[in-house]
């Protein structure tokens, strides 16, 4: 069970949100074209950028030299190595050097007193991951000088690595070429010597002979025999020493010369001139628009609507208003030929008629309990299609076989006389402002083309509404139209910016309340509604009018759905049917209308 309410909650949300951007569709269509429309003149008039790229390897440095074997090594992480590396390929030195070399001062991009600094943005240094392979990439709107940049920038560094690496050997190199008289000392001084095992052993050997020779000398003359042996091993021992020692330093000078020639990066592929543009990328620049474009304008109506405070859907009037739903009037323009009306009058059937019956069938289920089936309709200002709801009301409920009498209670503005095409020369205004008696009513009310169903116009204008709505003789009115009338409906006028709905309220305790599609705010509604059940007026529900087709709402599609899916002919049949059986009451009340009228 509850997976199955999750589905349904699912379900009606997405619901809720296509009906949502169905409304707001022209919003999220000015947004996407807006976003097409800037994107294509961006791309298609944005100077082309070419890229060109140089293709390096660097190897890492093992870390020690020979030259100073022995001594303290510090090894260096992969990671350190390169990161320097890739800081070093952008180096204001490097950048700096290319841009002399290259004479780019010339070069509009790049003119100015520090334009080496302008290099800085263009060059990419882009490592390939898990390899010790780094592109060099270089964008401009010149193709052949993108491809000049990558290639110097490429070369400098080799020059400069090699530069920085083997700066130390050079020196070493030429203190061992050199032919000064202290070069022995700088042989015999070298960790490659001193720490050499033969040497040691030569040394040590030495250093016995030269004891011996010494005590040998104290005790003998020099053309001894023993002296002459021992002077002619320390030579032998001293020359065994020196010729070990040159061999180590021509092995020096042999290895460092290697080292010279050598470097650990070098360039493997050479930037070309590219061929295409890699700006802009127009195809895909569109793309995205079209996408995004789309993506923005939901969130642009997303947006629109949760600041939106009108009323559109049956969700706005009860969950911003805390009011019940009656039901839509969907706006349907009517030719001058036409009376607001019409579409209940045609055999043709409809969808403005058909929400109009519904709206009839919710009216009655409000007032079931009710003593008084009576009501006004009214709404927060002008304009919102109040005269035409009630009009569409008071002839639905006629139809129904109801005998009803609409009066035009707005004596400030009136305009029921103008949908029914009646004479307003006389109506409310003439009794409420010296009427004598009840029975004078008779002579102002007014048949109309449809049966059961006669109007109370509004009258002369008089210059004082308020004071007459106050008068006893408006009790006295609704007396008599009680007596008379199964139901009596009031047009009144609305809450702002007058008061005149309230006099009314005295002696009509309900109301139906008019609201326009998207048009009246709701803190405005609210104010007047309170008003409202302030003064001691029930609200039987909320009409939204002039209410748009499109979306996936109730109003329009479920309820659309059902009358014309489900026999739909059948429940116009029972209607015809209804209107069949009313025509004989109508017959016995004829007389008495005339009477009215």
Known sequence: MTNEQNEKELEFDLSAYIEMFMRRRWIVLSVWAAVVIVTALVTFNMRPVYQAQALLVIEKERGNNVVYQGGPTVE???????????????????????????????????????????????????????????YIKMDSYDPLLASKVANMIAN????????????????????????????????????????????????????????????????YTPKHPQVLALSANLKSVQDQIRLETDRIIQSLKIDLSGQL?????????????????????????????LVGGLVAGFFAAALVEFIDQTVRTQEDVENKLG???????????????????????????????????????????????????????????????????????AVAIAQAGEKVLLVDGDLRRSNLHKNFRVSNSKGLSDFLAGGRNTDEIKALVQQTDVPNLTILTCGPRP??????????????????????????????PPMFPISDALLWGKYINSSIYVASFGKTRVPLIRNATRRLTEAGIKILGTVVNMSKFGGLSYSYY????????????????????????????????????????
């Open 76 to 134: 260096r992480s992969n990671e350190d190595y390169y990161q320097t590396q890739y800081k070093l390929l952008k180096s204001e030195a490097l950048l700096k050097t290319v841009y002399k070399r290259l004479n780019l001062e010339t070069v509009p991009e790049f003119a100015g007193v520090y334009g080496y600094l302008k290099l800085n943005k263009p060059v990419t240094i882009a490592p390939v991951p898990r390899s010790r392979l780094v």
């Open 323 to 393: 009011l019940p739903f009656l039901g839509v009037v969907p706006m349907t323009p009517y030719s001058k030929k036409q009376t607001a009306y019409d579409h209940l009058l045609q055999k043709e059937h409809s969808l403005i008629a058909e929400s109009v019956r519904n709206l009839r069938t919710m009216i009655d289920f409000a007032i079931v309990g009710q003593k008084s089936k009576s009501f006004m309709v009214t709404s927060t200002v002008q304009g919102e299609g109040k005269s035409y709801v009630c009009s569409n009301i």
């Open 261 to 289: 020639m050598g470097n650990n990066i070098r360039l493997v592929d050479p930037a070309m001139p590219p061929l295409k543009p890699i700006k802009p990328r127009k195809l895909f620049n569109m793309l995205l628009a």
């Open 558 to 597: 479920g309820y659309y759905k059902y009358k014309y899916n489900y026999n739909y002919n059948y429940a116009y049949a029972a209607d015809d049917k209804d209107e069949t059986e009313s025509k004989s009451k109508e017959k016995k009340t004829h007389s008495a209308d005339k009477e009215l009228v």
């Open 463 to 492: 210059p004082n509404p308020a004071e007459l709505l106050n008068t006893p003789r408006l009790s006295a009115f609704l007396a008599w139209a009680g007596e008379y009338y199964d139901r009596v409906i009031i047009d009144c």
């Open 156 to 219: 400098v560094y080799i020059e400069q690595n090699l530069g920085n690496q083997l700066f130390i050997s050079k020196d070493v190199l030429a203190a061992l070429q050199g032919d000064k008289p202290n070069s022995r000392a700088v042989y015999d001084s070298l960790p490659a010597v001193v720490n050499n095992v033969l040497i040691q052993d030569l040394k040590r050997e030495e250093a016995k002979l030269k004891s011996e020779l010494a005590e040998a000398s104290g005790h």
